[in-house]
Nanobody, 124 residues
Framework: QVQLVESGGGLVQAGESLRLSCAASGRAVSLYAIGWFRQAPGKEREFVAVSRPSGGSTYYADSVKGRFAISRDSAMNTVVLQMNSLTPEDTAVYYC?????????????????WGQGTQVTVSS
């Protein structure tokens, strides 16, 4: 099975950017759809973006479309989430997750493997 470790979180001001990485070990990321999710205090975990291995398709939540970009680095066995024009509403713990069926849905329950999360805090 695959193990996932997120990194790159931190404290930034509104309008700034962050680059989150999801490093995989044990199996190649090319075997999985990789999704990014986030969870703010008191809220449910919500879908952010997904990268599917078939044809390299991606999909984004409306709230991040045009600001966030997900990409794969097969050589590094990593999936990156580039986050631009951050707002305080983006503050949350960000998680990456792997779906071995490769469907890459927006439902977190369809993902079998999760990282430990990385905190993103955006100040106004």
């Amino acid at each position: 099975q695959v193990q996932l470790v997120e990194s790159g979180g931190g404290l930034v001001q509104a309008g700034e950017s962050l680059r989150l990485s999801c490093a995989a070990s044990g199996r190649a990321v090319s075997l999985y759809a990789i999704g990014w999710f986030r969870q703010a205090p008191g809220k449910e975990r919500e879908f952010v973006a997904v990268s599917r291995p078939s044809g390299g398709s991606t999909y984004y939540a409306d709230s991040v479309k045009g600001r966030f970009a997900i990409s794969r680095d097969s050589a590094m066995n990593t999936v990156v989430l580039q986050m631009n024009s951050l707002t305080p509403e983006d503050t949350a713990v960000y998680y990456c997750a792997a779906d071995p069926t490769r469907r890459g849905t927006t439902n977190p329950r369809t993902y079998d493997y999760w990282g430990q999360g990385t905190q993103v805090t955006v100040s106004s």
